[in-house]
């Protein structure tokens, strides 16, 4: 099992002409993802790696029947626009790798999904992976990077940066602990996905028997993972990496993504460390201990 998407999971690629769009569905389509087509206004009759291209979401669906899935990778300016036409032609996962678009295009965004029962990964994310079954998104790069980093296994990811999506799944994968799904939700500040709403998803999978989170600065994402599994009970042990620690000290710094502002003493990384403590959520020092905790976590379970 996995979470979101699996070995059956069809999506096209909005924007696919562009470049990052034709390196991540070549990547896709090597890892044995099924992108069914691709959609770039004005580029129908044109095909990427084999995927044919239409002008609109809607000639995509006409042609091939529903899709589950689509990754949007255009530019800001046109992002709420492609993510609208997704969910309203029925499309109910959207992975949005844009990044820099306005905050108030971005919360537009997540209330359409919202009102159409639809769920948004990101924005500026890498998108998500099932190992061994799909991959959506430039998560992990080139397929053989992919493979080396990701295996398939109990512990779900979820991480505030692409990159170190990647990088957790490498150190747990070089431990023999495999990843049931692993999630870059995105950096920005408003993001359609958080922690807590993706936990419910890992709760009711089987596969998955510990979580593996990366947090940075800023934001309310932690305190309400904190209370969400202090209210839920969850089954699942938490290990979480706090990057950042030395903002509390370096007033005024600015640290990696743009949802990493601390407005107060709630967002900073102590007060963040402190909470996920209370809620029984082990904090890793290095990236390194993050196996460590979760076999010591997983023993007592």
Known sequence: MAILVDENTSFIVQGITGREAVNLTRDCLDYGSKIVGGVTPGRAGRDIYGVPVYDCVRDVIAKHGPVQGSVVSVPPGFTRDAVFEAVENGIRLIVVVTENIPRQEVAQMVELAALRGARIIGPNCLGLIAPDECKMGGIGGPAANTRQAYSRGP???????????????????????????????????????????????????????????????????????????????????????????????????????????????????????????????????????????????????
């Open 155 to 301: 512990v779900g990811i979820m991480s505030r940066s692409g990159g170190m999506t990647t990088e957790i799944a490498s150190t747990l994968t070089a431990a023999g602990l495999g990843q049931s799904t692993a999630v870059s939700i995105g950096g920005d500040a408003i993001v359609g996905s958080t922690y807590a709403e993706l936990m419910p998803f890992f709760e009711a999978d089987a596969e998955t028997k510990a979580i593996a989170i990366y947090s940075e600065p800023g934001g309310r994402m932690e305190a309400e993972l904190a209370e969400w599994v202090r209210e839920n009970d969850s089954r699942l042990p938490i290990v979480a990496f706090m990057a950042g620690r030395f903002m509390d000290e370096m007033k005024g710094m600015r640290f990696g993504h743009a949802g990493t502002i601390v407005e107060g003493k709630e967002d900073t990384t102590a007060e963040k460390i402190a909470r996920m403590e209370a809620a029984g959520i082990a904090v890793a020092e290095r990236i390194e201990q993050i196996p460590v905790l979760i076999r010591q976590k997983l023993g007592r379970a």
